[in-house]
């Protein structure tokens, strides 16, 4: 599922992976399309475990993660959910009176 828009991260999305492919279900990649002969061998992907990009540059990463977050999973990677945590760090605590 390609998406066009995608939530922002706080962390990178091969810090994501790393972290949490053991606990999440993550669709296996198909295939890159590119001709083999142009991948490049000095860069690996993680996910598609093989050469031709970085982890951090794999377009069927960012999908899948994005994929995860609408799914209501992953939101602690969310600057949305950074943002809250700081809110509530910087509220005041609650003071019930009887």
Do not use: W
């Not at 962390?11 to 994501?16: F, K, S």
């Not at 999908?63 to 509220?91: A, F, H, P, V």
């Amino acid at each position: 599922m390609r998406f066009t828009n995608h939530t922002e991260l706080n962390a990178p999305i091969d810090h994501i992976y790393a972290v949490t492919n053991q606990q999440e279900r993550y669709r296996q990649p198909g295939p890159m399309k590119r001709d083999r002969a142009k991948h490049d061998p000095n860069k690996f992907c993680r996910y598609h475990n093989d050469i031709g990009h970085d982890t951090n540059d794999c377009f069927a990463l960012k999908d899948e993660i994005e994929r995860l977050i609408r799914e209501g999973r992953l939101r602690q990677y969310t600057k949305q959910s950074e943002g809250r945590q700081e809110e509530d760090q910087q509220r005041p605590p609650e003071i019930h009176r009887e």
